[in-house]
């Protein structure tokens, strides 16, 4: 089955810090979504983005689909920032649910 | 609605019983997707319905779970026999279309618990 591989694991920021976090596919997709899952778990959309770049404030995402990686960006972080972040494709071919990466779990401090 | 909401929001039940988790999705989407999330994992995926019909329910883990959406709107998802492994978040996402055409948004989910 597709693997969905996000790096780093774990990240400790200080706050106004920037971070760069990755997502590798092992498929072709035809959506890629990240979330954002704060504390009390709900699954905060970020961005949909199965190619090219998008900004919407202190972050911003590319997704380079032919060579089957996406990047967040996150700019000045903010202890609001701690959480986990997912990225999530579905397949071009076969199953139209999503497949979630294996997570980054950031924590910015003051 | 404004969103995706799932109810109730946490649920814990004895080893053994019966339990239902509802979804109603944000309002025009047709496509609804149930997941599930253990702790330190990312959401699994267990059912898709388009309208009313179940289009892939591959993820289910086994027969105890069932789920349904008899009018295309709200959807009930069910557990018979409830087992301690059945202990994760489900979580309940919509689309206007299915996920590989539009935008996916989730519910906050269930927290259940079996004791």
């Known amino acids: 089955g597709i693997q969905v591989e996000q790096s780093p694991p774990d990240l400790i920021l200080q706050e106004g810090a920037n971070s760069t976090l990755r997502c590798n596919f092992s498929?072709?997709?035809?959506?890629l979504q990240w979330f954002h899952q704060n504390p009390w778990g709900q699954l905060i959309n970020l961005f949909y983005?199965?190619?090219g770049t998008k900004q919407n404030g202190r972050l911003s995402a590319t997704t380079v689909a032919t060579e089957r990686y996406s990047l967040l960006y996150i700019s000045s972080s903010q202890t609001t920032d701690s959480g986990v972040y997912f990225c999530?494709?579905?397949?071009?071919?076969?199953?139209?649910?999503?497949?979630f990466g294996t997570g980054t779990r950031l924590t910015v401090i003051p | 609605g404004a969103g995706v909401s799932q109810t109730p929001s946490n649920k814990v039940t004895e080893k053994g019983k019966y339990v239902e988790l509802r979804c109603d999705p944000i309002?025009?989407?047709?496509?609804l997707y149930w997941y599930r999330q253990s702790l330190g994992q990312g959401p699994e995926f267990l059912i898709y319905?388009?309208?009313?019909?179940?289009?892939?329910d591959s993820g289910l883990p086994n027969d105890r779970f069932f789920a349904v959406r008899p009018e295309g709107s709200v959807s009930t998802l069910k557990i018979q026999r409830t087992e301690r492994g059945d202990s994760a978040v489900y979580l309940c996402?919509?689309?206007?279309?299915?996920?590989?055409?539009?935008?996916?948004?989730f519910g906050q989910g269930t927290r259940l618990t079996v004791v």
């Open positions: 999530a494709v579905v397949l071009q071919t076969g199953a139209n649910n999503l497949f």
């Open positions: 996402a919509s689309s206007f279309t299915p996920h590989g055409g539009t935008e996916a948004f």
């Open positions: 498929d072709s997709v035809n959506n």
């Open positions: 309002s025009g989407h047709t496509a």
């Open positions: 319905f388009q309208g009313t019909g179940a289009a892939d």
């Open positions: 983005i199965p190619s």
